[in-house]
């Protein structure tokens, strides 16, 4: 496995990370507590060092199964979880990134997780009710004491991200990024070149969309997050399979998968960018993995980009209400 440093940082992870989120949380029924053990340990094994949960997945079962598979190699992995929900039983009912909630957050995560430093320590989503800069600070903080390594934001706006680096450098930002959604090309990407901040794209798949597995007929759990994304509607769908339509052809003529191209292709907008799909299949982990491993040239990213300009996506990416928590 390829290795790429995010930004500046000097974090160096394998280039391609692990998105844990689906072994148990916003996918539907998740997997078995041994499987999601045994997959997590099936990359590793692969090379894959980078692993991505937060303790609002589940909440908090994510990282307690993260922390179980993860324990026995954890000086050869980087691990990244989130703060700044404010959890209630089992649910989300808003945000909560003030200073002293950020360090509660912190201690838990790391009993839960197992160990005795958290490497990226990400905001989950921007809180419009504590400044930016007591976050930073309150991050900055922990990183003194040893308890975090990197800080980290998710879906935030270059002007919040420019912020808050002024106060604790920001290590990577992680927001939606794929063949179907590249705001970030131009919202935030010169910004994370500017001050060398690294970008790890979460759904590179277009959460499943992209590989091809998705279409009319297929129904949606009521666990499943995707069932309320107006993108997966009935009425957008039909629409939207017509770039993967097109991603599937291109990709049986390079000899991989439509998800490989998709990879692929993140991989080959820039050197600091580590994506990081998740699945719960092992086969799928082993097709994703080898997406590193298929060359895209220039007339090929070409070809890719002028179809993809082509598509208009129908629908929005989230409902209104969670719309509302992204690019602040």
């Known amino acids: 496995m390829h290795k790429r440093v995010l930004g500046?940082?000097?974090?160096?992870?394998?280039?391609?990370?692990f998105g844990c989120m689906g072994l148990n949380f916003g996918y539907g029924p998740g997997v078995r507590r041994e499987e999601g053990i045994a997959i997590l340990r099936?990359?590793?094994d692969a090379g894959v060092t980078f692993f991505d949960t937060a303790e609002a997945y589940?909440?908090?079962?994510?990282?307690?199964?993260?922390?179980?598979?993860?324990a026995p190699v954890r000086d050869r992995v980087v691990i990244?979880?989130?703060?700044?929900?404010?959890?209630?039983?089992e649910k989300s009912v808003g945000l909560d990134s003030r200073p002293a909630h950020v360090r509660e957050v912190a201690d838990a995560s790391l009993s839960r997780l197992k160990t005795d430093r958290i490497d990226l320590f990400y905001q989950h989503r921007v809180d419009p009710e504590v400044p930016i800069e007591d976050v930073a600070g309150a991050v900055k903080r922990l990183i003194e004491e040893g308890k975090v390594?990197?800080?980290?934001?998710?879906?935030?706006?270059?002007?919040?991200?420019?912020?808050?680096?002024?106060v604790q450098p920001v290590t990577a930002l992680q927001s939606e990024y794929s063949l179907w959604w590249r705001e970030p090309e131009q919202n935030v990407f010169p910004m994370l070149e500017e001050l060398g901040i690294g970008f790890v794209p979460f759904s590179p798949l277009g959460r499943g969309f992209l590989t091809g597995k998705v279409d009319e007929t297929t129904r949606f759990e009521e666990s499943d997050f995707r069932s309320g994304l107006p993108r997966f509607a009935p009425e957008n769908r039909s629409a939207n399979l017509a770039f993967v339509a097109w991603l599937k052809g291109f990709a049986a003529s390079k000899a991989a998968t439509a998800a490989q191209i998709a990879l692929a292709w993140i991989l080959a907008q820039r050197p600091w960018i580590v994506p990081i799909p998740g699945t719960t299949k092992r086969h799928r982990l082993v097709e994703n993995l080898d997406a590193t491993r298929v060359e895209l040239s220039a007339e090929d990213l070409r070809a890719i980009d002028d179809a993809a300009a082509k598509i208009t996506v129908k629908g929005a990416r989230y409902p209104e209400h969670l719309q509302r928590q992204v690019n602040r």
């Open 42 to 44: 099936a990359a590793v």
């Open 80 to 89: 990244a979880t989130k703060f700044g929900f404010k959890l209630e039983g």
């Open 149 to 166: 390594r990197h800080f980290g934001m998710s879906e935030a706006s270059a002007g919040t991200i420019r912020r808050a680096h002024a």
């Open 8 to 17: 500046k940082s000097g974090l160096e992870v394998s280039a391609l990370g």
């Open 58 to 70: 589940g909440p908090f079962t994510n990282e307690d199964l993260v922390g179980e598979a993860l």
